[in-house]
């Protein structure tokens, strides 16, 4: 009896002890492999954040330089006028009326997403249109949001399939692989072909390894007219922007210019983005001889390359 208890103990020790090795085993390997791949995954989408911020970035900063020296230029250029003629000039007022209508073109990029919704409700609330640059990201999932761009009248365009730089730049047989596939998928979906397109941090962004030019030449010869944009919301920075800055962004400079076209953000995460928006329109809307537009046929064009 002595010796079958002895055993019998033995037997239990030997199986804690296993318990204790497997126990061990999983903490020591299984959960560092878990957390490596979930880092990996943060790693990734981090990354392609901070591509498209790095990218806006430098292209605001182009921006900025090109338009003080067109204000440089204009600083140069003083019109002297003859006032003792000033009677004999043609009656222009209302030619120049129409010539100083400013143009405001509300452009969302990044979508759709379920923040999307509320941005159409919230433009026809307003009765405005605008213009969506749509990806690939909700294509297999929710079809019913490219129609609703498009059913609501607002204009839609290509800003890539996948949205991934180290992609859609490697090589413009890829560019126009990523392009063709959401080309079709937006057809196909709404019944409207896309003639305007958004580069991905536009087309000023300095991590594409393809040449831009080439790019924009592509999209030329297929009948696509390119844009980007000259006042930027900064509803991509994160953390976000108070709602207040992202209006201020908007309105500050739309006085100045005939062809405004603002960049903004309908993906998943920019809850200001739609916070900020019945405020951004309320501010055009109440501006003299301006007003909010989809882009078109006829739109000025905007491109940081020109
Ligand atoms: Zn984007």
């Known amino acids: 009896m002595d010796e079958s208890a002895k055993t019998l103990r033995r037997k239990r020790r030997v199986k804690r002890l296993k318990v204790m090795i497997i126990s061990t085993f999983f903490i020591l390997v299984t959960v560092p492999i878990a957390l490596c791949i979930w880092l990996g995954c943060r790693l990734h989408v981090t990354q392609n954040q901070l591509d498209e911020m790095t990218a806006q970035y430098e292209g605001q900063l182009k921006l900025t330089a090109q338009l003080q020296s067109e204000i440089d230029a204009y600083a140069d250029y003083v019109p002297v006028i003859d006032e003792t003629k000033q009677d004999d000039l043609p ?18 990029d990044d979508g759709p997403s379920a923040n999307t919704a509320k941005i159409l409700d919230i433009l026809d609330e307003y009765g405005v249109k605008a213009t969506f640059f749509v990806t690939g990201e909700e294509a297999d999932t929710n079809p019913e949001r490219y129609q609703d761009i498009v059913n609501r009248g607002h204009s839609i365009g290509i800003h890539s399939y996948s949205h991934v730089y180290r992609d859609i730049y490697r090589s413009k047989e890829d560019f126009v692989r990523d392009y063709q596939k959401l080309r079709d998928y937006i057809e196909e979906t709404t019944g409207m072909a896309p003639t305007i397109y958004r580069f991905p941090g536009g ?28 006042v930027s919301s900064g509803d991509a ?36 983005t739609v916070e900020a928006l019945p405020e951004i329109i309320e501010q055009i809307l109440a501006m003299d001889d301006t007003q909010i537009l989809p882009i078109g046929e006829g739109t000025e064009v905007i491109q940081h390359r020109s």
Request: aromatic share 8%; net charge negative.
């Open 237 to 272: 920075t994160n953390p976000a922007l108070p709602t207040k800055m992202i209006v201020n962004n908007c309105v500050s400079s739309i006085g100045n210019r005939d062809t405004t076209i603002i960049l903004l953000h309908d993906s998943g995460s920019k809850t200001s």
């Open 203 to 230: 087309s000023s962004n300095t991590v594409s390894k393809t040449d831009m030019d080439e790019l924009c030449e592509y999209l030329q010869s297929q009948g696509v007219t390119y844009y980007d944009w000259n």
């Open 91 to 108: 009656d222009t007022s209302a030619d120049s009326k129409d010539m100083h209508m400013h143009k405001v073109y509300l452009t969302f």
